[in-house]
């Protein structure tokens, strides 16, 4: 079977949709966020009595104002709000509040809080995260919160949004076959944390900067230890995640704990999940007594959807529903996403398993964040960013900002000689092969709204030369590969550009990989293209996970290797961008690519991250694993090359002890991370040169192997930062490292450690030995 070919010649029809997509968004945009008149709550223009109402009063404070509005409220009433879909009062002038907005890459219409049916019909759809984060750039991460916060605020002005928004979800990317791996920045705490603070606080921050007040109110899901949705008959909804105490604060926790004490998020998401025998949105100790006690969140728990009924119905954990209520209530869940808790919490207190006290706190949390978020402060369109509206919502700069996030995430991971980047002059015929392609919904993963316009892969390619396109495969399933077709326009073709990879129908929500190959024909049908090219053939990879492409990483007829992620709406910009050297790639894998046979005896359900040499458990992510991988974390090339030198390193830390110390009189391997060395840290200066022809972008990483204490990891990543060199130029980065922070290591029961001895950082390209003493 042979499938649609096209080239620049005729290509006018390849960009009909984009176009109309365009016209169509233009036209039915309103001039000013004027168009459309919104409920809100204190509406003291059509009800002046609301004026009276201490929560309406703008100049008390917030706990005066929720203790003011609780006090109002009927049983009921108060119930109404322990549900996504709030319930309005229209005697007290308060409207319907839909909880559940999405703003995981972009402002999305998954949960109905938001909708692009109304004045706004489409917003900035930005690379899914895992492509994002493989930038490394935390300024990148905060400015694309702070885009989608704006746009986010724009539309809520003209009602079509919330002001409450599920995002980021900051799991790690334990094992490569999750289906939504592609939703988090990866594998390594440290960059989740460091992603997931940066991208709150574009979320929620003001234009003052005052902590009590937010711009919108961003979530940090799935709490925790949740990575299995559903594989191999192991469900989400029943499965019990077990985990030991160091790996639950060694690689699980650090990240909401990161959004939470140095974020400042106003929600956290308690999962579906349990975690060693209890669901996580009932477990007293994992909400009241971390998030809300030791974390000191500011701010609401929120169920996943429908965690409460998943206990009682799926997992059945208690017997009856109320008593699910009940003990979610108590043990520090607010706000339930979906009906249960609405339809049994009246129960629940008339069965005296909660009190209207405990209901008082768990609304009184909603309202705090609500107050905050300025619900109660009367019309939008008066307060700050009431001047935002549709006019606001995919502006040049920010469609450009969802191009340059993809150009900066896009991961070269094999170039050999003569191969990218491809010069216009020298390219007369380009063949684009593959059913990734000309693709348009693929581009922008899961979890994402209606784009502002797409641009395939094909489109950004055939903007530069002229090309000839094949399918190759009629979806990314390849049941059925049109091998003579494809070939046929490879041979004749100057160079070869084939975009394959996979889709949601391959990995997403509650669908897990079984395998890590290419599906289907893919790797016989690029195998066969390569063998015909007359020129270079570059491999770009579509994908949210990792993919097993020993094949072509071996093969000398596949010049080039790309992995793009899942772009975004500019993706196909982004592609031809670097393809064609306008961009130099600096990304990097914030993920190991493993090889299939990895994954074969390795159930996805075991949650140990350390290896077990006694049964052959071969350990999870670069911290553990050691063995065989196809591409590791933090792997990635360039146009350029680049030059690393260390600058008179430190060699030495000395531990003051107190005289009294164990350690003084008995050897010891480590010593608590905490005293009055905390807070002493050292400078690591590394100079930078670009040692090559054209400008380029270097992500130096700062990694340690510390010493083999309390099953430590076999290397951990303490920091990064780019620097952007012309060519010849030289710069210096600097890390500061904390002795307590930097060189301490999980001990088995949870607690943070100073590992004594040799430290071997890794900085850049090179690697040197610090000592810790005492």
Known sequence: MSYPMQTKGNRALSFVSTLLLSILFFISKPSNAQSSSPKFACDVTKNPSLAGYGFCNTGLNAEARVTDLVGRLTLEEKIGFLVSKATGVSRLGIPDYNWWSEALHGVSDVGDGSSFKGPVPGATSFPQVILTAASFNVSLFQAIGKVVSTEARAMYNVGAAGLTFWSPNVNIFRDPRWGRGQETPGEDPTLVSKYAVAYVKGLQGTDGGDPNLLKVAACCKHYTAYDVDNWKGVSRYTFNSVVNQQDMDDTFQPPFKSCVVDGNVASVMCSYNQVNGKPTCADPDLLSGVIRGQWKLNGYIVSDCDSVEVMYANQHYTKTPEEAVAKSMLAGLDLNCDHFTGQHALGAVKAGLVNETDVDTAISNNFATLVRLGFFNGDPKKQPYGNLGPQDVCTAENQELAREAARQGIVLLKNSPGSLPFSPSAIKTLAVIGPNANVTDTMIGNYHGVPCKY?????????????????????????????????????????????????????????????????????????????????????????????????????????????????????????????????????????????????????????????????????????????????????????????????????????SLAKSHPCRTSKCQSVDAIGPYCGKAIEVQLRVRNAGEREGTDTVFLFTTPPAVHRSPVKHLLAFEKVRLGKKEKAVVRFNVDVCKDLSVVDETGKRKIALGVHVLHIGSLKYSLIVRI
């Open 455 to 655: 641009t395939t892969p094909l489109q950004g390619l055939v903007e530069t030369v002229s090309a000839t396109y094949q399918m190759g495969c009629p979806n990314v399933a390849c049941a059925e590969a049109d091998i003579d077709s494809a070939t046929s326009v490879a041979a004749s073709a100057d160079a070869v550009v084939l975009v394959m990879g996979t889709d949601l129908s391959i990995e997403r929500e509650d669908h897990d990989r079984v395998d890590l190959f290419l599906p289907g024909k893919q790797q016989q049908l690029v195998t066969e293209v390569a063998k015909v090219a007359k020129g270079p053939v570059v491999l770009v990879i579509m994908s949210g996970g990792g993919l097993d492409v020993t094949f072509a990483k071996n093969d000398p007829k596949i010049t080039s290797i790309m992995w793009v992620g899942f772009p975004g709406q500019a993706g196909g910009l982004a592609i031809a961008d670097v393809i064609f050297g306008r961009h130099n790639p600096s990304g990097k894998l914030p993920m190991t690519w493993y090889p299939q046979l990895y994954v074969e005896s390795l159930p996805m359900s075991n949650m140990n991250m350390r290896p077990d040499n006694s049964t052959g458990y071969p350990g999870r992510t670069y911290r553990f694993y050691t063995g065989e991988t196809i591409y590791a974390f933090g792997d990635g090339i360039s146009y350029t090359h680049f030059n690393h030198r260390l600058i008179k390193p430190p060699r030495l830390v000395f531990l």
